[in-house]
């Protein structure tokens, strides 16, 4: 059974910066897409960024472009994502997800990911 489990969300005031972990257990052997994405209040699910292990090749939303990374390290299974310059906007419930194995493809919509973690909570203060 695949587990992800998100940590690293906080308050943070406009311009700042957080680094949030995503801890995942139970992969069987495979390549697989990963992403980030955020639920803000009264908003759609929207991808933030994506991962794809096979090439490397990542994908970020054109709301953070510039300003936010995905990595991930293999030895400690986690992935990363560094979010700098942080506006009030990026506000919202940041989940993990994990495609179905042997994907390279980074999907932009939620449906396209079998596996989620339980979200982190980003604040971003004015």
């Known amino acids: 059974q695949v587990q992800l489990v998100e940590s690293g969300g906080g308050l943070v005031q406009a311009g700042g910066s957080l680094t949030l972990s995503c801890e995942a257990s139970g992969l069987t052997f495979g390549l697989y897409v990963t992403a980030w994405f955020r639920q803000a209040p009264g908003k759609e699910r929207e991808i933030v960024a994506g991962?794809?292990?096979?090439?490397?090749?990542?994908y970020y939303g054109d709301s953070v472009k510039g300003r936010f990374t995905i990595s991930r390290d293999n030895a400690k299974r986690t992935v990363y994502l560094q979010m700098n310059s942080l506006k009030p906007e990026d506000t919202g419930i940041y989940y993990c997800?994990?495609?179905?194995?042997?994907?390279?493809?980074?999907?932009?919509?939620?449906?396209?990911?079998?596996?989620w973690g339980q979200g982190t909570k980003v604040t971003v203060s004015s």
């Open positions: 997800a994990v495609s179905e194995p042997w994907s390279t493809y980074i999907g932009v919509d939620s449906a396209g990911y079998a596996d």
């Open positions: 991962l794809s292990w096979s090439s490397p090749t990542t």
